[in-house]
């Protein structure tokens, strides 16, 4: 079973500390090299995006610096997992990596399940 | 069974103790020397997380806190064996707990200690079927009941084999250790060869069993993938895992939506898993690179995987370079004497120059096997030779026990 995990914060949560980077350098070898994850990587900034968006039958396009400061997702990893409770606990040590080296920082990992072939057509 | 909401914590707790089974059970055989012990210990500690966790939570470090719970029992176990022997001498060690404290922290180790283990459930004093069977349960956390499932064997047969493989462990001698030299290099090839077993017995499933295969090829891609961390000076553990990542890409493309086998050169390559082609693609150069910084000689599951890149960088079917798979069957010929690789160099040097060098390396090694005849067929079929190749393709059918199988090999026979 193959899951997304989306880690989720405020667009204007500023740099991570030096500390974090650490911690999620060594969190993530570990992760990587149990075989758990398969890929990850971090979103650069808001102000550098565009949104695309269908409303009313019409196609527009924002581009980004974005007035108001929402959650926004700033980092994802790809896991290979045997069960759900395994992608939710590799979830859970990014979000404890966060808890104990990012002071202040609040945010939420979303757990989801990638669709495969074999599962079936992903839901509606 | 309707899952209870305690069922549910205790999945999860089962979950996490799966991802820290080969640090805490190689953890505790580093300090009890004992495979049987350390396995109670680990288990013990399984037992205290699922009365604790579920009512306190999942500990910010659960592997610290299985480590040190495990260790506080192997203590109070070595104290018991002390007082009623009074002889803690024959042990083996003596253990206080300061000496053990730092045995436990001993953080650095923690990679040779999985290694450590990977050799004694790979020991050569075990048959191949018992060293997966083992390296699954202690090196992988697997259940008795998900290697059964695995295998298509009963529980009760698993653990007979596990409890067997223990016991020739002990009475043999085989003992925790990290060999040097030539005798590292035969034991990382017997890791190796057990990582690839449990691979094959997945991949080679047919396809109305193939959800719980599946399982199986993953969690020998785990495997492959811990090796790499646990040994990356070493560049065949890269090759292999190379091979791996680039087989299981293939996995949904491998069977059409009615559940016949789809051959490589039919199969839907936009359905290929481009992201473990990637990790593939990237494992392959590590081998290389590690190889050529080293001096190390280029190994069977290297030049396999290189094969299989080909394939993978093709983007299309007739894009595939043929006449470079062609030379790396060469090169695999070369290394041993393996039927299945011969027929795969005819069918390789037909693609590359013609039928008739397919045909010419065939006709040189014995016709062993359906997929002789199968891909005698094939190069008979393309040399225009119609009558020939459908004889050849109906004796493969004759031979081969996979139903799909005889059934796409009978239709070739008739439609040329």
Known sequence: MRYMVMLSMRSDVGPPPQALMEAMGVAMGEAFAGGLMIDAGGLMPMSDSTALTIR????????????????????YAVLEVRSHEEAVEGARRMMQVHLDHWPGWEGSAEVRRIGEPEAGPPPS | MTPTP??????????????ESARVVSGLLRMTRDLA???????DALVAALETWPRDGVPANPGAWLMTVAKRR???????AERHR??????????????????VDHVDHVEDDVLRLMFLTCHPALTPESRAALTLRLVGGLTVEEIARGFLVKDTAVGQRISRAKRTLAESGAVLEMPVGAERTARLDDVMAVIYLVYNEGYAATSGEAWMRTDLCLEALRLAR??????PSDAEVHGLQALLELQASRFHARTSSSGEPVLLEDQDRARWDHLLVRRGLAALSRAESVAASTGQPVGVYTVQAAIAACHARA????????????????????????PAVEVNRAVAHGRAHGSDAGLAVLDSVEPVGHLWHAVRGDLLSRAGRRTDAAAAFRTAASLTRNDAERSLLLHRATSG
Request: glycine share 6%.
């Open chain 2, 226 to 231: 811990m090796l790499v961390a646990l040994a």
């Open chain 2, 6 to 19: 305690e069922a549910a914590t205790d999945r999860a707790v089962v979950a996490v103790w799966q991802l």
């Open chain 2, 37 to 43: 012990l350390a396995e109670d210990l680990a288990q």
């Open chain 2, 86 to 103: 009074q002889q803690v001498e024959r042990l083996g060690h003596e253990l206080t707990e300061e000496s053990m404290d730092e045995l």
């Open chain 2, 315 to 338: 983007r299309r079917a007739e894009d595939t370079d043929w006449a470079r798979i062609a030379a790396l069957y060469d090169l695999l010929s070369s290394a041993g004497d393996n």
């Open chain 1, 56 to 75: 009313s039958g019409a196609l527009s396009r924002v581009d980004g610096p974005f007035a108001e400061a929402k959650e926004v997702v700033g980092g």
């Open chain 2, 74 to 80: 192997a203590v109070d176990t070595f104290r018991r």
